[in-house]
């Protein structure tokens, strides 16, 4: 039966979305038409194009003599380097799981041209094949961040099944305030009704396994007042902890790698290969971090801190005692 041209318009505008080649051959079989109908068809969606260009901005169906077929142009199309930059991106994060990137990875694609996608194809298909994800205990990240969005969104209080970094079982009825991601996960920050309501605490979000909604909701005066970019540059590592303010000498051979690790880090004074520098940070997870330098940091204050990362360095030390 034929199709009806409204419907074969729009069949056919989707198509070219898609970043399909539109033969007028193939498309008048498929749909059962003359080819004098198709061609038709694209005239009126060049001409359509063309008179709503304060809509669709540049976009246009080009026809290739070489190829016999239309492809869409659009100046918004992704190029083949933006794509590439972005799904490198996706793969390094190794937060989703391989069904989920492929899934990410194959709509990304389409927005790229029809001309550009093999190359892309080549050089992401290594990377795909080994891409190794991380742990997860939910079912879907996508789908638990989107249901997290929401009632952050709706203001709704929700009770979050969860495993804690010690594989313990947890239940929280908490106040969604904010989602976050840095180093492979990410995170929801939150507020417990029933524990210290004014204190952020931070659930890593691939670790809870049900939610459920509950029908009441918060008022913004019920959550802590924080500032969400301020609290990123201050948390990287997502761990709870004081707020305090640091120095550290740091002789290594990139500052700017430890400026980038900080954002609120500066550098107070420099005397040859060695830097002073002060940064604001949240949390214990800084400790880990400064431990992971090794000797190209030392902490000169908070002098409590200082204590603290003795005693850990001794702690460790004497777990090698015994090796002559």
Request: glycine share 4%; charged share 35%; net charge neutral.
């Amino acid at each position: 039966m034929e199709s009806t041209k409204h419907d074969r318009l729009l069949e056919i505008f989707f198509r070219s979305l898609r970043g399909e080649e539109l033969s007028v051959q193939r498309l008048a079989k498929e749909y059962g038409v003359s080819t004098k109908s198709i061609s038709r068809d694209i005239n009126d969606l060049k001409s359509f194009l063309a008179d709503h260009r304060h809509l669709v901005g540049n976009t246009e169906l080009n026809y290739s003599s070489q190829d016999k077929c239309y492809r869409l142009h659009m100046d918004e199309f992704l190029t083949n380097k933006e794509l590439f930059a972005m799904i490198e991106v996706l793969i390094g994060t190794r937060a989703f799981s391989k069904e989920e990137l492929l899934t990410l990875t194959d709509k990304l694609r389409r927005f790229t041209t029809a001309e550009d996608r093999p190359k892309l194809n080549d050089l992401i298909r290594k990377e795909l094949y080994h891409y190794s994800e991380v742990k997860h205990d939910c079912d879907s990240v996508t789908d638990t961040l989107w249901k997290l969005v929401n009632c952050i969104s709706d203001k709704r209080e929700v009770t979050i099944e969860y495993y804690r970094i010690d594989r313990a079982w947890r239940t929280h009825r908490i106040r969604p305030a904010s989602l976050m991601f840095t180093d492979h996960y990410f995170y929801l920050i939150a507020f417990k009704t029933d524990d210290e309501p004014s204190k952020p605490f931070y659930f890593r979000v691939d670790r809870i396994k049900y939610i459920t909604e509950h029908r009441k909701h918060f008022g913004a005066n019920e959550v802590g007042n924080f500032d969400e970019g301020l609290l990123r540059e201050r948390s990287l590592f997502m761990w709870p902890g004081k707020l305090r303010i640091i120095r550290f000498e740091y002789s290594g051979t990139s500052v700017q790698a430890v400026l980038d690790k900080l954002p609120t880090a500066k550098i107070i004074e420099r005397s040859g290969g060695k830097y002073t520098l002060e940064a604001e940070v949240y949390g214990d997870g800084i400790k880990m971090w400064i431990l992971s330098q090794g000797s190209r940091i030392k902490v000169t204050e908070p002098l409590e801190f200082v204590r603290e990362l003795k005693e850990e360095i001794l702690t460790m030390s004497n777990f090698y005692d015994d090796i002559k």
